[in-house]
């Protein structure tokens, strides 16, 4: 008998119920509301979007001007000036509205930023090969910005959107499933 009851005392235990974990440790810090994150990106999105149509628009004033003055002498590389101010153009009209709305479907939302990240990568060329780097990063420049300054920073957004996806606030599910069929 003495063995008996060790081994149901151990059987007991292990078909006792198991304990509920302790819950997860409370964050410290300032805790925002769920969804403010998605919330942030769609602002950006649609915010960036909006402000590039201008930049395509400004050009449409005089193509073959830009393409003398700015693409044939500061991007020297580019063989067809007038063809990239078209380019430039046709991606800074059209490509924002893909990324605004955020269409998933093909992943056309981070196509959109890949051509306006190329547009804004020429830019900053552009800027650098006209006023040089003008003492960045501690350089205080008249204007008190750095003449590339902007076309940078829409750069680096339209560069997250290209990597990162239009995010929770969007069109379409990006699964080429769902697409139509021919």
Not at 18 to 45: N, V
Not at 46 to 52: C, E, F, H, K, T
Not at 68 to 95: C, G, N, R, S
Request: some cysteine; hydrophobic content about 50%; glycine content about 14%.
């Amino acid at each position: 008998g003495v063995g008996r009851g060790a081994r149901a005392g151990r059987a007991g235990a292990f078909f006792a119920p198991k304990r509920a974990p302790p819950p997860p440790p409370k964050p410290e810090g300032l805790q925002l509301p769920e969804g403010l994150g998605d919330a942030g990106a769609l602002a950006l999105r649609v915010g960036a979007s909006a402000l590039m149509v201008h930049h395509g628009v400004d050009k449409l004033g005089n193509p073959a001007g830009f393409a003398e003055f700015v693409v044939a002498k500061h991007l020297a590389f580019l063989p067809a000036p007038l063809f990239f101010t078209y380019a430039a153009i046709a991606v800074q009209l059209v490509a924002p509205v893909g990324l605004a709305l955020g269409v998933k479907n093909f992943n056309l939302s981070r196509l959109c930023s890949l051509g306006l990240f190329g547009v804004m990568g020429m830019a900053v060329l552009f800027h650098l090969d006209e006023a040089g780097l003008e003492g960045f990063p501690f350089g205080v420049v008249e204007a008190h910005e750095y003449g590339y300054e902007l076309a940078a920073v829409y750069a680096f957004v339209f560069l997250y959107f290209a990597v990162a996806g239009p995010g929770k606030y969007s069109i379409g599910s990006g699964d080429l499933a769902d697409a139509p069929e021919e």
